[in-house]
Nanobody
Framework: HVQLVESGGGSVQAGGSLRLSCVAS????????MGWLRQAPGKEREGVAG????????YYADSVKGRVTISVDRAKNTLYLQMNSLKPEDTAMYYC???????????????????????WGQGTQVTVS
């Protein structure tokens, strides 16, 4: 039973930074296929970043490229999203997500862009003003 618990959201001024964390439990795999997604009020959920630790490979949506970094601490079973130079349009509920099975065949771009993940956390709110 996979559980994902996010934390680290909050309110920040434009130009500021936040680091989101997601602790994964029950995730049994030699590699991680995970991502961060977000949903702003009145908008559809969208992919932000994805990571496959087996290669490793990362993928970022154009809207955040150069401003965010996704990473995994395998010892802590924790996924991170470091966000810098935050903009008001980054305001959204941010979700951690995981996909199983995880292998080198995992379509990181498609999974992230299409918001196609198997397991989801409850979300953490990010507000940029």
């Amino acid at each position: 039973h996979v559980q994902l618990v996010e934390s680290g959201g909050g309110s920040v001024q434009a130009g500021g930074s936040l680091r989101l964390s997601c602790v994964a439990s029950g995730y049994t795999s030699s590699s991680y296929c995970m991502g961060w997604l977000r949903q702003a009020p009145g908008k559809e959920r969208e992919g932000v970043a994805g990571i496959y630790t087996g290669a490793p490979r990362t993928y970022y949506a154009d809207s955040v490229k150069g401003r965010v970094t996704i990473s995994v601490d395998r010892a802590k079973n924790t996924l991170y999203l470091q966000m810098n130079s935050l903009k008001p349009e980054d305001t959204a509920m941010y979700y951690c997500a995981a996909d199983l099975p995880c292998s080198s065949l995992w379509p990181i771009k498609t999974a992230t862009d299409d918001v196609d993940f198997t397991y989801w956390g409850q979300g953490t709110q990010v507000t940029v003003s």
